[in-house]
């Protein structure tokens, strides 16, 4: 699946309280979708602490 269809998917989810920001944090740990795309999404920045842990 494309990223922009992975994006789509991801957004109306997310937009319809389907995917928490737990969810969404371990998405962009998986690699299913980025960093921006989690902001954009969301409208947070992702931040990642200093141990490396998202």
Same mark, same amino acid.
């Given at each position: 699946m494309g990223s922009a269809t992975m994006f789509k998917i991801v957004k109306n989810a997310y937009d319809a309280?389907?995917?928490t920001l /737990?969810?969404?944090k371990l998405l962009v740990s998986t690699d #299913? $979708? /980025?960093y921006e795309q989690y #902001? /954009? $999404?969301t409208g947070i920045e992702y931040i990642v602490d200093e141990a490396g842990e998202e």
């Open positions: 309280g389907r995917y /737990t969810d969404m #299913k $979708i /980025t #902001k /954009t $999404i």
